[in-house]
């Protein structure tokens, strides 16, 4: 049987999605629990490798098992095992072309930047940024990165691809006045390893800073240089809001 699952979590206990070893990790978990009640195999392919202490709400996520069982006693079983920090938001029967790396349409990401101390249960869910912010420099520098561009300067080394291309198509900051909170909001097809948390801090880096003007976040990306000095957001405000697909 094959099951499209949607899967929330909070990334802090964890050092990404990806099986790692001697390490915690989510795929790990969510392994280890599925064959611990379930007692028969099962593969798991997850739509985004998430980072260590990034979140998510909507990761997508392709189980295969021989076992057949309702979608909705799945979900059931599994969040009566899962510690509370995984959550299996749905469960559906999929065909065997179901692969949730194809047919992408978009994938949205939202980062959240605190502009005054949180409170202790939100301060594991965004980047606490003492310095004032600019909000208008700041929409004008992350609206830079839209459209499509060699995103080099603002990757991971550790990212083995070598196209480093990528589109994204929009990008929105929202100021949410109840939690003191900037939500940024980007949409695009596909991203670079830690590609979301670079772009915002180096949008974040110009736009609390006097000094510096919004061409030269221009300047760093048409020198497609990855070791300039503006800020790497840090993972915890990083946020896997939704997958979309093209065939549904």
């Given at each position: 049987m094959?099951?499209?699952l949607i899967i929330a979590y909070d990334g802090t206990a964890y050092a990404g999605w990806q099986q790692q070893a001697h390490v915690p990790s989510v795929l790990g978990t969510i392994e280890k629990t599925f064959a611990?009640?379930?007692n028969?195999?099962?593969?798991f392919l997850g739509a985004s490798r998430t980072d260590a202490g990034v979140h998510a709400l909507g990761q997508v996520v392709r189980c295969i098992t021989p076992l057949s069982i309702?979608?909705?006693?799945?979900?059931w079983v599994l969040n009566n095992s899962l510690p509370i920090d995984i959550h299996i938001r749905s469960a559906a029967l999929v065909s065997d072309t179901f692969h949730p790396m194809h047919n992408v349409d978009h994938k949205i990401y939202y980062y959240h930047i605190y502009t005054q101390r949180p409170l202790p249960f939100c301060a594991l869910y965004g980047w606490y940024y003492r310095t004032p912010i600019d909000s208008k420099k700041l929409e004008e520098a992350l609206q830079i990165f839209v459209g499509t561009h060699d995103f080099n300067a603002f990757y991971c080394a550790e990212d083995k691809r070598t196209d480093t291309i990528r589109t994204i198509d929009?990008?929105?900051v929202h100021y949410i006045k109840r939690f003191n909170a900037y939500r940024i909001t980007v949409k695009g097809h596909s991203f670079l390893r830690h590609m979301i948390r670079r772009i915002v801090g180096a949008a974040v880096h110009v736009a609390s800073n006097s000094d510096f003007q919004v061409n030269l976040i221009k300047q760093v990306l048409l020198a497609k240089n990855p070791q300039?000095?503006?800020l790497n957001a840090p993972a915890e405000g990083l946020l896997l809001y939704r997958i979309t697909y093209t065939n549904g």
């Amino acid at each position: 049987m094959i099951y499209k699952l949607i899967i929330a979590y909070d990334g802090t206990a964890y050092a990404g999605w990806q099986q790692q070893a001697h390490v915690p990790s989510v795929l790990g978990t969510i392994e280890k629990t599925f064959a611990r009640v379930c007692n028969v195999p099962a593969q798991f392919l997850g739509a985004s490798r998430t980072d260590a202490g990034v979140h998510a709400l909507g990761q997508v996520v392709r189980c295969i098992t021989p076992l057949s069982i309702d979608p909705n006693k799945l979900v059931w079983v599994l969040n009566n095992s899962l510690p509370i920090d995984i959550h299996i938001r749905s469960a559906a029967l999929v065909s065997d072309t179901f692969h949730p790396m194809h047919n992408v349409d978009h994938k949205i990401y939202y980062y959240h930047i605190y502009t005054q101390r949180p409170l202790p249960f939100c301060a594991l869910y965004g980047w606490y940024y003492r310095t004032p912010i600019d909000s208008k420099k700041l929409e004008e520098a992350l609206q830079i990165f839209v459209g499509t561009h060699d995103f080099n300067a603002f990757y991971c080394a550790e990212d083995k691809r070598t196209d480093t291309i990528r589109t994204i198509d929009a990008i929105s900051v929202h100021y949410i006045k109840r939690f003191n909170a900037y939500r940024i909001t980007v949409k695009g097809h596909s991203f670079l390893r830690h590609m979301i948390r670079r772009i915002v801090g180096a949008a974040v880096h110009v736009a609390s800073n006097s000094d510096f003007q919004v061409n030269l976040i221009k300047q760093v990306l048409l020198a497609k240089n990855p070791q300039h000095a503006l800020l790497n957001a840090p993972a915890e405000g990083l946020l896997l809001y939704r997958i979309t697909y093209t065939n549904g």
